[in-house]
């Protein structure tokens, strides 16, 4: 059974959201991304974590999953098929039970880039080029990547010729 079907199925009042407006703003909810049919995000919390199933190159989040969604977004296949949903919750228990339960059925937590998609990534660097050891370092980040690349660049960890070309793969 496709992955939002049993979303449905189980929790009938989960909503599709079309656009980042339609995420309520305070409340408890259980998120999810879900691309060609493989749940790739599949969380809870408020507005500021849900927003991550909208990543893109106008809008960003700081979120565990943001490298795993703008990396599946920019480097999996071409045509993919893009499912969101939202299932409202009253309470954060509510939400942590749903979001456990989920896990189970359909997957989606944890970090999940396949080797195809870091392969993508890294295509044409030199294995030992700054770039390449930056991005490799993101992508192993115990929180979120796209926030520690932010943070090294405010640092001054590499050159600008570095910076542009990991912009240039991450569309930062």
Aim: aromatic share 6%; net charge neutral; charged share 25%.
């Amino acid at each position: 059974m496709p992955a939002l079907a049993i979303v449905t199925q189980h929790y009938p009042r989960a909503i599709v959201p079309h656009a980042l407006a339609d995420i309520p703003r305070y409340q408890e909810m259980v998120y999810g991304l879900i691309l060609n049919d493989v749940a790739i995000v599949c969380g809870r919390g408020k507005f500021n974590r849900a927003k991550v199933i909208f990543d893109g190159a106008q809008q960003t989040t700081v979120h565990i999953k943001a490298m795993t969604v703008r990396l599946h977004r920019r480097y999996g296949p071409p045509q993919q098929v893009v499912e969101r949903f939202l299932i409202p919750c009253v309470t954060k228990a509510d939400a942590l039970a749903v979001e456990r339960d989920l896990h189970r059925r359909i997957g989606g937590d944890g970090p999940n880039i396949p080797a195809e998609i870091q392969a993508a990534l890294l295509e044409g660097l030199d294995h030992a080029s700054p770039a390449c050891l930056l991005l490799r370092a993101a992508l192993i980040s115990a929180y979120d990547g796209l926030s520690d690349i932010r943070r090294w660049r405010e640092a001054g960890i590499a050159d600008d010729a570095t910076w542009v070309e990991i912009d240039q793969r991450l569309a930062l």
